[in-house]
């Protein structure tokens, strides 16, 4: 059931996917992917894995890990529900997007430049002195960062206030973010959590990405975050919880969070750290080391590139 339909003139290669084949902006179309669309979806995931080993290995500095857990989600959202105009990204109807987790901009930096937002062979001036593309997301310089982020815990207050201002402005976008699971031990998400409840802010869709690890080993060991879900729910929230690798999933978890009512949507997203690249998946030491020349190249020749 087509639920919004928007059209601009403007070309953006983001949006030439299956059937869903408009310019400028994507429909908002509430349907089942088809396998079209998740080969398109896991070829854009490689993608943007690609550039994200490369990006951090010529930086020589930057996060993989949380990068590499996040990609399918980002990837999903981007491609196939949010409505956005690479060509006018002050687009005052856009959907919103925040990444609360800010040290994961690579994966969103990949994306962005995917979509069209700036050139993809910019990627690799990452954390270079006078780049767009910092280590952390800046609004200020970045075409289509919404939010700068990185001070953890802070960005689902920007969300927030964000969704408020949406009902202000008649409810005519939507707003996603993305937090983190280590840094959900920040009071300030709960803060915000309570205040999205309180507001009923049904406009505000969250992906919490669970990989499990921070930069100091196991989140269970560090600061016992479980049960999540119940948590979550205790805070007037509407949890769902889902494998974040799995399109079909995120995608029906994106579209039962439209449905929802009176509360705010949460996506407990399970995912691995480092995903995609073997000797990174599950391993700590990744959160913030970049790779070294020998992990790179046999981490693109995972992925199925070369350096």
């Given at each position: 059931?087509?639920r919004e339909y928007i059209f601009l003139g403007a070309t953006c290669r983001a949006c030439c996917y299956a059937k869903n084949l408009i310019?400028?902006?994507h429909m908002r179309v509430e349907t089942m992917l088809t396998e079209n669309d998740i080969q398109y979806l896991s070829d854009k995931a490689?993608?943007?894995?690609?550039?994200?080993?490369?990006?951090?290995?010529?930086?020589?500095?930057?996060?993989?890990?949380?990068?590499?857990?996040?990609?399918?989600?980002?990837?999903?959202?981007?491609?196939?529900?949010?409505?956005?105009?690479?060509?006018?990204?002050?687009?005052?109807?856009?959907?919103?997007?925040?990444?609360?987790?800010?040290?994961?901009?690579?994966?969103?930096?990949?994306?962005?430049?995917?979509?069209?937002?700036?050139?993809?062979?910019?990627?690799?001036?990452?954390?270079?002195?006078?780049?767009?593309?910092?280590?952390?997301?800046?609004?200020?310089?970045?075409?289509?960062?919404?939010?700068?982020?990185?001070?953890?815990?802070?960005?689902?207050?920007?969300?927030?206030?964000?969704?408020?201002?949406?009902?202000?402005?008649?409810?005519?976008?939507?707003?996603?973010?993305?937090?983190?699971?280590?840094?959900?031990?920040?009071?300030?998400?709960?803060?915000?959590?309570?205040?999205?409840?309180?507001?009923?802010?049904?406009?505000?869709?969250?992906?919490?990405?669970?990989?499990?690890?921070?930069?100091?080993?196991?989140?269970?060991?560090?600061?016992?975050?479980?049960?999540?879900?119940?948590?979550?729910?205790?805070?007037?929230?509407?949890?769902?919880?889902?494998?974040?690798?799995?399109?079909?999933?995120?995608?029906?978890?994106?579209?039962?969070?439209?449905?929802?009512?009176?509360?705010?949507?949460?996506?407990?997203?399970?995912?691995?750290?480092?995903?995609?690249?073997?000797?990174?998946?599950?391993?700590?030491?990744?959160?913030?080391?970049?790779?070294?020349?020998?992990?790179?190249?046999?981490?693109?020749?995972?992925?199925?590139?070369?350096?």
């Amino acid at each position: 059931m087509e639920r919004e339909y928007i059209f601009l003139g403007a070309t953006c290669r983001a949006c030439c996917y299956a059937k869903n084949l408009i310019y400028g902006v994507h429909m908002r179309v509430e349907t089942m992917l088809t396998e079209n669309d998740i080969q398109y979806l896991s070829d854009k995931a490689l993608a943007v894995r690609r550039h994200i080993i490369r990006m951090i290995y010529h930086a020589k500095s930057g996060h993989p890990g949380g990068s590499l857990s996040a990609t399918d989600i980002l990837v999903t959202l981007y491609f196939k529900y949010l409505r956005h105009d690479p060509k006018n990204p002050g687009w005052l109807e856009r959907d919103r997007f925040v990444l609360s987790k800010g040290h994961a901009v690579p994966a969103l930096y990949a994306v962005l430049a995917e979509c069209g937002y700036f050139p993809v062979e910019e990627l690799l001036t990452l954390r270079k002195i006078n780049s767009r593309l910092q280590g952390h997301p800046d609004a200020k310089k970045t075409p289509g960062i919404e939010a700068s982020t990185g001070s953890l815990g802070q960005g689902l207050s920007i969300a927030v206030g964000m969704a408020l201002a949406s009902r202000l402005d008649g409810g005519k976008y939507r707003v996603y973010a993305m937090i983190g699971d280590g840094e959900s031990e920040s009071g300030q998400i709960w803060e915000a959590g309570m205040a999205a409840a309180h507001f009923k802010l049904d406009n505000l869709t969250v992906f919490l990405d669970r990989n499990n690890l921070q930069i100091d080993g196991c989140t269970e060991n560090i600061m016992c975050l479980e049960p999540l879900a119940r948590k979550w729910e205790a805070f007037g929230w509407h949890v769902i919880e889902i494998n974040g690798h799995d399109f079909r999933q995120i995608a029906n978890a994106i579209e039962e969070s439209w449905k929802v009512k009176g509360k705010p949507a949460m996506i407990i997203a399970r995912t691995v750290k480092g995903k995609g690249v073997s000797f990174m998946e599950n391993n700590v030491a990744f959160h913030g080391k970049p790779p070294n020349k020998d992990e790179a190249e046999r981490a693109m020749k995972e992925l199925g590139d070369v350096l």
